[in-house]
């Protein structure tokens, strides 16, 4: 995503990020069954049709690859190269999963909910369709819902169509697009995508831990005009309205900081309500730009007390790495 699309409350969809590890896959909707299986009592096969007769929700959810920020860590990790724009905020339409999941009846033993895409790849040497598990409380807690729309239309090919899962406050990688099937597990899932993509590890032989919710940002909107090569920016003397968004999977936000002397001094920046518990919070900090070369920096902290920190931490794939953004900029003639 664009970072001057921070600008919107509701990222357009052409604007939000994407990631997709594979092929996407065409999928015919009059044929398409989702079931849902494994260790249930009845085992369901919904039809979109009946998928959108569900009672229906729509909630705006921020999400964030779990890689954001990887193309800043050194040595830098061999995948996604992101800066600071694997993120993004949409309306998802669809129906609560736990309902569906009483519906077919939890079995005894059971541990974890796997969701199965349809799209299948070779990731690490390792055949596999992309699918991921959620712990069974976390399956039923009532967030996680089955999404079919985006912005109020169908959703778009490569956001997921027919339908996907949308977890709420969970980093990207946890919400499984083309859904194909459901499975109630009684052992923990271990595939590529869960066992050994996904992990914090600060060594090649580490399993490490797992990537779960999301972690406390701010970005700012870069100000004034960039540089078409280097995207180093400029900016006219004068008051100047530093605006970002900031959000957590781990509470609301409760304060944004803004330094323009690359994170010598702070000053705490205005922060508005957002439009969901789930989605980014608006904020903005007034700045008299004097003449001069700064370094422009914003950092958040959750109602959960995680603030982020000005220096990333290393992990050998490069996940979840939410130090302060920076934004260099020359005030000047230009802007
Ligand atoms: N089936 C499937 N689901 C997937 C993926 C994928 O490659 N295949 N990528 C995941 C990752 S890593 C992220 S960050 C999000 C991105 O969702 P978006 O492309 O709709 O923004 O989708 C997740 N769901
Ligand atoms: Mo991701």
């Given at each position: 995503m664009p970072l001057e699309a921070l600008r919107y409350d509701v990222t357009p969809v052409g604007l939000h990020y994407l990631l997709i590890h594979f092929d996407i896959p065409v999928v015919d909707e009059s044929t398409w069954r989702l079931s849902i299986g494994g260790q249930v009592d009845s085992e369901l096969s919904l039809t979109l049709d009946e998928l959108r007769a569900l009672p229906a929700v729509t909630v705006p959810v921020t999400l964030e690859c779990a890689?954001?920020?990887?193309?800043?860590?050194?040595p830098r990790p061999v995948s996604?190269?992101?800066?600071?724009?694997a993120v993004g905020t949409a309306e998802w339409t669809g129906t609560p999963l736990a309902p569906l999941l009483r519906r077919a009846g939890v079995g005894e033993g059971a541990v974890e909910v796997l969701f199965t895409g349809l799209d299948r790849g070779v990731q690490g040497d390792v055949e596999h369709s992309y699918e991921r598990s959620l712990p069974l409380d976390e399956a039923l807690r009532p967030e996680p819902m089955l999404a079919y729309a985006v912005n109020g239309r169908p959703l778009p090919p490569q956001h997921g169509f027919p339908a996907r899962l949308i977890v709420p406050?969970?980093?990207?990688?946890?919400?499984?697009?083309?859904?194909d099937r459901i499975a109630v597990l009684t052992e923990p899932f271990d595939g590529y995508q869960q066992a050994v993509a996904y992990r914090v590890a600060e060594g090649e032989d580490e399993s490490g831990t797992p990537v779960t919710r999301m972690l406390p940002r701010a970005l700012m909107v870069p100000p004034g005009i960039p540089d078409f090569l280097t995207r180093d920016r400029f900016l006219r003397p004068g008051p100047c309205r530093l605006e970002g968004r900031a959000w957590s999977g781990?509470?609301?936000?409760t304060g944004v900081e803004v330094s323009t002397d690359g994170g010598a001094t702070w000053s705490p920046a205005e922060i508005s309500h957002p439009s969901s518990e789930h989605a980014w919070t608006r904020w903005q900090h007034d700045w008299d730009a004097e003449p001069g070369e700064y370094e422009l920096c914003s950092r958040a902290t959750d109602s959960a007390g995680n603030v982020q920190p000005l220096q990333a931490s290393w992990n050998v794939q490069g996940m979840?790495?939410?130090a302060a953004q920076r934004i260099t900029v020359t005030v000047d003639g230009r802007g």
């Amino acid at each position: 995503m664009p970072l001057e699309a921070l600008r919107y409350d509701v990222t357009p969809v052409g604007l939000h990020y994407l990631l997709i590890h594979f092929d996407i896959p065409v999928v015919d909707e009059s044929t398409w069954r989702l079931s849902i299986g494994g260790q249930v009592d009845s085992e369901l096969s919904l039809t979109l049709d009946e998928l959108r007769a569900l009672p229906a929700v729509t909630v705006p959810v921020t999400l964030e690859c779990a890689g954001n920020g990887r193309a800043q860590l050194s040595p830098r990790p061999v995948s996604q190269p992101w800066l600071n724009d694997a993120v993004g905020t949409a309306e998802w339409t669809g129906t609560p999963l736990a309902p569906l999941l009483r519906r077919a009846g939890v079995g005894e033993g059971a541990v974890e909910v796997l969701f199965t895409g349809l799209d299948r790849g070779v990731q690490g040497d390792v055949e596999h369709s992309y699918e991921r598990s959620l712990p069974l409380d976390e399956a039923l807690r009532p967030e996680p819902m089955l999404a079919y729309a985006v912005n109020g239309r169908p959703l778009p090919p490569q956001h997921g169509f027919p339908a996907r899962l949308i977890v709420p406050g969970w980093y990207g990688m946890t919400h499984v697009k083309w859904l194909d099937r459901i499975a109630v597990l009684t052992e923990p899932f271990d595939g590529y995508q869960q066992a050994v993509a996904y992990r914090v590890a600060e060594g090649e032989d580490e399993s490490g831990t797992p990537v779960t919710r999301m972690l406390p940002r701010a970005l700012m909107v870069p100000p004034g005009i960039p540089d078409f090569l280097t995207r180093d920016r400029f900016l006219r003397p004068g008051p100047c309205r530093l605006e970002g968004r900031a959000w957590s999977g781990w509470g609301r936000i409760t304060g944004v900081e803004v330094s323009t002397d690359g994170g010598a001094t702070w000053s705490p920046a205005e922060i508005s309500h957002p439009s969901s518990e789930h989605a980014w919070t608006r904020w903005q900090h007034d700045w008299d730009a004097e003449p001069g070369e700064y370094e422009l920096c914003s950092r958040a902290t959750d109602s959960a007390g995680n603030v982020q920190p000005l220096q990333a931490s290393w992990n050998v794939q490069g996940m979840a790495n939410n130090a302060a953004q920076r934004i260099t900029v020359t005030v000047d003639g230009r802007g």
